[in-house]
C-alpha cells in the first residue's frame, strides 16, 4: 500500500541560535517591581523544572534610575541556572503607535507610559543582563488608521541597535494577528521581530482541516523569511474586547469545561510543533483565565501547589508540559528543527476528549476527531 506524505514545513539548517527553538516562560501580569522581582525565586526554580530555556517579565512597575539592583539581581540568579531573560514593555501598542499612544490603559501600565522613556527603559534592561525586549501587542493599521508602522519600524532598527551593543543574540518579541497577513510579513522582513507570535491557534475552527491549514500557513509565512514559527495558543483578545472577532466559530466559544478541554489539546499540539514556544504562566496546570490571581506572586503559589500534585499523575497538564520540555527532540543536537509532515485530515494532536493527554513524538500522528464549531 502506497502513502502520500505532504512536506509543510521543511527543516531549517541555518545556525541553531538559541532563539530558534526556544520554551519561553511567561509572566505576563505588569505589576512587578522591585520588591516583587526579589521575591522571584520560586518563579525561576519552577520554569527550570519545567524545562525552560527563558523566562519572560513584565517589571513595568520598575524605577530604572534607582531600581536596577533588583532586575540584575533576578536576571543574574536566571543565568546561573542556565535561564535567559526576556522583558516586555509596552512599545507596539501604546506609546509608539497608537491609537493609545500617551493613554494610560491595560497596556500601558506603572512607569511605561513616556514614548520617549521606551527606548531607556529597553537599553537599561539590556545593560542589567536581559537576553531581550519584548514589544507585547502589535495592532494592525488596518483596525484604526492612530497605527503608524513607519514609527514602530523606527523604534525596532533602534532596539536592534541596541541589542547588538549589549548582548549576544539578543531577540525582539511582539504579538500580531495571523489576519491581516501583509502586516505580519512586514514585522517579519523589514522589523526582523525574532519571536513574532501570530494568532493562528486562535482563528481556527475545531476541525482537522481547520487546523492543518492554519498551522501550514503560519508555518509558510516565517519559512519565507528563514524565521522561526513561535506559538502561543490563547487568544490576544483576552487583554481587549475589541480584538475579537466574534463571529462565534472559533475553537473557544464553548462552554467553560469543553473550552479547557480543547485548550488542553491544543497545547499538548503545540508542544510537538517546530520552532519555540510561549507558555503563561498557570498555563501548564490548566488554570483559567477566570480563576488565576492577577498578583503573580500568588499565582505562582498556586501553580507550584498544583504542579506537585500533577507531576505524579501520567498524562496531566504539567507533566505533559515537562516531559516536553525535556524531551530530547528539543536539546540533542541536530534534532531541533525537524520537518513536520501531515496527511489529509491528520494533525499532530492529541484526544481532545482526553483532559492531559501526552503529546506525539517529532514525526508521529494522532487523528483529531471532528467536533462542530460552537
Given at each position: ?31 512587578l517591581g522591585a520588591a516583587e522581582l526579589d521575591r522571584t525565586a520560586p518563579i525561576i526554580e519552577h520554569a527550570l523544572y519545567l524545562g525552560m530555556d527563558a523566562v519572560l517579565i513584565r517589571p513595568s512597575l520598575l524605577d530604572v534610575d534607582t531600581e536596577m539592583d533588583s532586575i540584575r ?267 513536520l509532515r501531515h496527511r489529509p485530515g491528520v494533525v499532530p494532536a492529541p484526544d481532545p476528549r482526553l483532559p492531559g493527554a501526552g503529546s506525539p513524538g517529532r514525526g508521529q500522528h494522532l487523528r483529531l476527531p471532528c467536533h462542530s464549531a460552537g
Amino acid at each position: 500500500m502506497t502513502t502520500t506524505t505532504t512536506l509543510v514545513h521543511r527543516p531549517y539548517d541555518g545556525p541553531e541560535e538559541w532563539w530558534r527553538h526556544a520554551l519561553v516562560y511567561e509572566i505576563p501580569s505588569p505589576t512587578l517591581g522591585a520588591a516583587e522581582l526579589d521575591r522571584t525565586a520560586p518563579i525561576i526554580e519552577h520554569a527550570l523544572y519545567l524545562g525552560m530555556d527563558a523566562v519572560l517579565i513584565r517589571p513595568s512597575l520598575l524605577d530604572v534610575d534607582t531600581e536596577m539592583d533588583s532586575i540584575r539581581r533576578f536576571i543574574d540568579k536566571a543565568g546561573e541556572q542556565g535561564l535567559r531573560t526576556i522583558v516586555r514593555i509596552s512599545g507596539a501598542l501604546g506609546p509608539i503607535t497608537g491609537p493609545y499612544a500617551k493613554q494610560t490603559t491595560g497596556f500601558v501600565t506603572g512607569l511605561e507610559g513616556s514614548a520617549d522613556d521606551l527606548l531607556r527603559r529597553s537599553e537599561a534592561y539590556l545593560r542589567a543582563g536581559a537576553a531581550g525586549i519584548d514589544l507585547g501587542t502589535i495592532v494592525p493599521p488596518q483596525i484604526t488608521s492612530g497605527i503608524r508602522l513607519d514609527r514602530l519600524s523606527a523604534y525596532c532598527a533602534m532596539l536592534h541597535g541596541q541589542l547588538a551593543e549589549y548582548v549576544d543574540e539578543g531577540i525582539i518579541g511582539a504579538d500580531v494577528t495571523a489576519d491581516y497577513p501583509e502586516s505580519l510579513r512586514h514585522h517579519l522582513q523589514d522589523d526582523w521581530v525574532h519571536h513574532l507570535r501570530d494568532d493562528c491557534l486562535t482563528l481556527t475552527r475545531w476541525n482537522a482541516e481547520s487546523l492543518t491549514s492554519h498551522l501550514t500557513r503560519s508555518l509558510d509565512e516565517h519559512d519565507r523569511f528563514g524565521a522561526p514559527p513561535t506559538w502561543r495558543f490563547l487568544p490576544p483578545h483576552i487583554l481587549s474586547e475589541h480584538l475579537d472577532p466574534g463571529d462565534g466559530q472559533r475553537w473557544y466559544s464553548v462552554d467553560h469545561d469543553e473550552r479547557l478541554r480543547r485548550g488542553l489539546a491544543l497545547q499538548a499540539m503545540m508542544l510537538a510543533l517546530p520552532g519555540s514556544l510561549y507558555l503563561r504562566q498557570g498555563d501548564e496546570i490548566a488554570l483559567s483565565d477566570s480563576d488565576k490571581p492577577t498578583a503573580p506572586l500568588e499565582l505562582a503559589d498556586m501553580v507550584a501547589e498544583h504542579t506537585q500534585v500533577q507531576s505524579s499523575q501520567f498524562g496531566s497538564p504539567a507533566a505533559t508540559v515537562r516531559a516536553r520540555g525535556a524531551c530530547a527532540s528539543r536539546v540533542q543536537p541536530g534534532l531541533r528543527a525537524p520537518g513536520l509532515r501531515h496527511r489529509p485530515g491528520v494533525v499532530p494532536a492529541p484526544d481532545p476528549r482526553l483532559p492531559g493527554a501526552g503529546s506525539p513524538g517529532r514525526g508521529q500522528h494522532l487523528r483529531l476527531p471532528c467536533h462542530s464549531a460552537g
